[in-house]
């Protein structure tokens, strides 16, 4: 078996293969939620641009600056509030810098963060 660097372990539920027990766990939680009619709409690591594309100039010479991108381990609505949640065992600062872009681009969602 292969150890995550967090000491997080793959597991497999329903056929998707979460990159935690914790966030399997959590997603029978937000199942049971859904099937009970407490939230709606549940859909797995979609993907949000927090920063576009660009190119710069640097020496004469153009570069290119790839998008930023995030992806919540859940979305979903509850209450009619859309949730974005990412489980988390420990928060980089690479994380936190990204939990800042997106509530920024993003003032719709609420970002909840599980541990």
């Keep these: 078996m292969k150890w995550h ?9 329903d056929g998707i293969v979460f990159d935690s027990r ?32 660009f190119f710069y100039t640097e020496g004469g010479k153009k570069k290119r600056c790839n998008a ?3 992806r ?9 509030q859309q949730v974005a949640e990412d489980v988390k065992g420990f928060e980089t600062e690479a994380f936190r810098i990204k939990a800042k872009l997106f509530r920024k681009r993003y003032p719709e969602y ?6």
């Design 22 to 53: 914790r966030e399997a766990a959590r997603y029978g939680e937000l199942k049971m939620m859904q099937k009970a009619g407490v939230i709606s709409g549940l859909g797995l690591q979609p993907e949000y641009t927090l920063q576009d594309t």
């Design 68 to 70: 930023i991108k995030y």
């Design 110 to 115: 609420e970002l909840r963060i599980t541990k």
């Design 72 to 80: 919540p381990d859940f979305v979903y609505v509850e209450g009619g």
């Design 5 to 13: 660097k967090y000491n997080a372990v793959k597991t497999e539920v």
